[in-house]
């Protein structure tokens, strides 16, 4: 039996994902799993796709390369994508969504190609990830949360330590 959730936190890349996590896993303890760490460091991909600048990913691979350590709970999952991860291992997906003048800002920061950019604005501006969650999960566990400021962030990370909390109470019951 699971003592602690499994958290998805997903968006369009430049939502703030990683602050999100790397946030609440300093203030839960639970453990941020990077998706994209995972791919590259235990090789879960099938190369390098030059345009995208991004890895190939075997998603069969980095689910069996995952699934004994999720599936315990205690997991903050942070990726672009959450479709391929099964319910059973996931209890609340939180899909970050930012106002899209400042995600263009913060994409063309980070240098990306014309197209990769103009592909991660299409899939924001279109709630491509927002509505995968919502096909992927049941309704009463995806939530969507604006990711514009600093303040959304500490507002964000609250409310879900709030809902960590709320999930200890009503799921994890200490055997006598």
């Not at 997991?75 to 106002?99: E, G, M, N, Q």
């Not at 939530?143 to 330590?161: A, G, P, Y």
Request: charged residues 30%; proline residues 2%.
């Amino acid at each position: 039996m699971r003592t602690t959730p499994s958290i998805i936190v997903t968006g369009s890349p430049g939502v703030g994902k990683t602050s999100h996590c790397e946030l609440l896993a300093q203030n839960t303890g639970m453990k941020h799993l990077a998706i994209n760490d995972v791919v590259k460091d235990r090789d879960c991909h099938d190369g390098w796709d030059a345009e995208y600048q991004s890895w190939i990913v075997d998603e069969d691979k980095l689910l069996d390369t995952i699934e004994d350590e999720v599936k315990g709970g205690g997991y903050i999952l942070d990726w672009h994508a959450c479709d391929l991860f099964p319910k059973s291992w996931i209890d609340l997906v939180v899909v970050l969504r930012t106002d899209s003048t400042l995600l263009y800002d913060r994409l063309t920061s980070r240098a990306y190609s014309e197209k990769k950019l103009q592909e991660n604005m299409d899939a924001e501006i279109m709630q491509v990830l927002l509505e995968e969650a919502r096909e992927s999960y049941d309704e009463e566990i995806v939530v969507e949360l604006s990711s514009d400021t600093s303040e959304d962030l500490e507002q964000n990370v609250d409310r879900i330590e709030k809902w960590i909390k709320n999930w200890k109470v009503n799921n994890f019951k200490p055997t006598a």
